[in-house]
């Protein structure tokens, strides 16, 4: 049969996914997405770049071979509708947003916080010899308290501990994590305020929850400069507690109203940045599988639903009559050493928890430090190879205190402003950056 002499079938066995494979062709590269353990045919014209919803090309040269089958049996593409399939090309690709005279670029990385610093010793060099010198010995021993609490980041066999490696904001004064967030602005420009969140701090409330961003809006709009008195911060989106990154806030309940409903439409790009442990294949691509909410040993966590189509509908779990939400994601790998990768994911639609749910089971390549989501049938700590673990200087007994590695790197905002683009990046995080020097992981 012709189809095997044109494509080549990867099944993701370590994903766990019981009814999606995907296949590239090797005369064009295309990949596309299927189901698995079906029989199915690929019709002659989705080898043209745009036909198809389902392929997406590589830019690879194309072959003119007559790729269709005379089997009348074998499964079709006409067979699935493509109904939940459509999504918005119009958005910015992978590969990154043309620059043009259009677009208003916002990048944070921290020269702000650099520059008060400087103020300060400059302020301090004005002081009495006295006060300066009382001003020296109050630093010296904030470096040692800092020294001797790092030196603690250790187990009693010398292997490394991660828990202090990100901030506990539960044992913060909300006061102080209002100012943190105040330290975090990246823009505050017209009825729009983006922060780069810090690691650990959740967006609402709940059991067991100190401080949440949106308890602490009120106080962070009085503390905006040449603000109105009666400002009030609207929360637009969301990110977990462990995603660090770029967030949105409204000054109005009308552009509130709009950016929300440019989330919906998927009309705002959102790129993330995350290591992952072990190398996606193939490089570059997008995941087009649907996602729904499921229990797993008592606990509430995402998971992937494929859609087989109406013709195979009785072959999935009769107990199940939701179909799962639309869920797409675009990646593609900046780096890797081979036992672990940077990757960039834009998340084309917003469903909870997409990015995590698509990397570890669409993929088969978990986020460093997503606990959550490392095992299919399990909730447990993440198992990591031994040149990871060789890397880190960590037992596999401590790998629980490894922090999530997912980082919102970068919002566009088309035409927001009198038909101008607004793209907003902001940096790493230490803890971030400095493990990707563990692993040898480039940023391009």
Not at 223 to 242: A, C, I, N, S, Y
Not at 328 to 348: H, I, M, P, W
Request: charged residues 25%.
């Amino acid at each position: 049969m012709n189809l095997f002499c044109n494509f080549r079938v990867f099944i993701r066995l370590n994903s766990h996914i019981n009814s999606c494979v995907f296949s590239r062709c090797l005369s064009t590269g295309d990949v596309v997405f299927v189901p698995r353990k079906l029989p199915f045919r690929v019709p002659k014209e989705t080898f043209s770049e745009g036909q198809d919803p389902f392929v997406r090309s590589t830019n690879k040269p194309q072959n003119n071979g007559n790729q269709e089958s005379s089997d009348s049996n074998i499964f079709s593409y006409s067979n699935i509708s493509t109904h939940d399939l459509k999504i918005n090309d119009n958005l910015p690709d992978v590969g990154g947003i043309e620059e043009n005279e259009n677009t208003i670029y916002i990048q944070f990385d921290g020269t702000e916080k650099k520059n008060r610093k400087d103020a300060e010793k400059q302020k301090a060099s004005e002081l009495s010899p006295a006060k300066a010198a009382a001003m020296n010995v109050r630093d010296s021993l904030r470096s040692e308290t800092v020294t001797s609490s790092k030196n603690t980041g250790f187990d009693s066999k010398g292997f490394k501990i991660y828990t202090d490696t990100v901030p506990d904001l539960k044992r913060v004064p909300p006061a102080k994590v209002t100012s943190i967030l105040k330290s975090r602005i990246i823009y505050n420009e017209g009825e729009i305020l983006a922060i780069d969140k810090p690691y650990g701090l959740p967006c609402h409330g709940g059991p067991g929850v100190v401080n949440n961003i949106e308890e602490l809006l009120p106080r962070l709009a009085r503390m905006l400069p040449g603000q109105q008195e009666d400002l009030t911060l609207h929360m637009v989106h969301r990110l977990d507690k462990e995603t660090t990154g770029v967030m949105l806030f409204a000054k109005t309940e009308e552009m509130k109203l709009k950016l929300q409903a440019m989330f919906r439409n998927h009309v705002i790009s959102k790129k993330y940045w995350v290591i992952t442990v072990g190398v996606p294949e193939p490089n570059k691509g997008m995941l087009d599988i649907p996602m729904i909410e499921k229990e797993v040993e008592g606990k509430h966590r995402m998971s992937l639903k494929p859609d087989i189509g109406d013709v195979y509908k009785n072959l999935w779990q009769k107990k199940s009559r939701s179909f799962g939400t639309k869920a797409v994601s675009k990646f593609r790998v900046l780096d890797d050493n081979g036992t672990a990768a940077l990757v960039e994911v834009q998340a084309v639609t917003g469903v909870k928890h997409q990015v995590r749910c698509h990397m570890a089971f669409g993929l088969g390549c978990p986020i460093l430090g997503d606990h959550k989501y490392s095992h299919f049938n399990k909730i447990a700590p993440q198992k990591l190879p031994v040149e990871m673990l060789q890397r880190f200087r960590l037992r596999q007994a401590k790998v629980r205190t490894m922090p999530m590695h997912l980082h919102a790197h970068q919002i566009f905002l088309p035409e927001i402003y009198q038909g101008r683009n607004l793209s907003i990046t902001t940096r790493l995080p230490q803890f971030f950056n400095k493990n990707l020097s563990y692993l040898k992981l480039k940023v391009s």
